[in-house]
């Protein structure tokens, strides 16, 4: 046989859609890995996953996925889960105040499967999909996968990152969809009060919009749990979603689940996720069975993790605050704050964060990775290191914001 000719080695060319899909968390850790290569330690600030900070998933959760594989539920599972999580998933859900059905329920690959279920089961191409900037990059990056268009609606740091609901209302048009809703949010921490929610419930039923509500920080509001929206309007057209990612502090176990809200107006797309889900077959089947353990049993962690976030959010707003040009609001939930930096004309968020990569090994995420200008000056911070590590942490980016701004 000959061999072939060089042209036929060129590369295979990628699909198109490939290039609308970006996820700033981790194509930033690529530069981190230069860093290292050059001999400096990455602190990593990047991902928000509590587990190697020191955040134990809890035993009760690991005894439930090691019976259940030791038992033999190692098979598929029925693609929308096992019944016995999908009714704790349900009980859970209607004893917040959000009524619903466990035939209402799907457990998925975490939160992020839901989320790409939902959108895949609702949104066609070239339709419009209202989404909080800065938002949580999966949801742009699915909308640009299925060539569906992303519609940003602000969300303001002079009210605490509450969304502007004027300006929401003003990108509404006959091809809009869905509204995404993250609250508590992912990046910036802020929590919405029930007047907010109720007026983006009211906002969505007067267009004919689906919610989708992207709970998974639910648990981690520092005030305790927040009721689910859909509690404030079970009629609602809300599609709730959650997972042990962050609050049940399981975020590998790629368990999560999803709740369609009961309007019948929800039964077509309800049919159609299911349907969706059918092609992936299930989600992870031993962890399903810790889903039960963790909604159903002792929860009285959440409690101390949420003390311990509130404890470095304040510390991060307080440190973030006290830096000439740089203001922070104080988050009320998760673990994410988003400082924003007054930036010297024609610098950007990714030169700042970059530089301060580069210079301290401090790797923080640039507001424009969740949909912000990059002229904004934003970038996000994982708060969930102990503090004494924040601490010395805030004095390398002190250091560094001082001397990028003298240096502009
Ligand atoms: C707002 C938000 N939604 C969804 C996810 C995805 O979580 P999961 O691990 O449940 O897929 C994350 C993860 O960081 C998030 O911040």
Redesign the pocket.
Known sequence: MQAPASSSLSPFPVARRVSGFTYAIRNIVAEAKKVEAAGRAVKYLNI?VPIPFGFKTPPHLIDAVDRAMRDGHNGYTPSPGIAPAREAVAKDFTDRGMPVSADRVLLTS???EG?ELAIGALVDTDDEVLVPVPT?P?YTAVLAKIGAKTVYYRTDPDRGWQPDLDHLRSLITPRTRVLVL?DPN?PTGAVYPRETRLALLEIADQHNLVILS?E?YGDLAYTGSLPPLASLNPDAAVIAFS?M?KAYVA?GWRA?WMAVGRTPRLDDALAAIKKLADGRLCSPGPMQYAITAALTGDRSYQQQFRTELELRAKLTASRMNAIPGMRCVMPQGAFYAMPQLKLPAGKTDEDFVLGLLRETGVLVVYGSGFGADPADGTFRIVYLAPPHELSAIYDDIATFTARFLATA
């Open positions: 928000g975490g939160t992020s989320i949580y999966l993250i992912n992207d998974v997972s990612s975020p999560g």
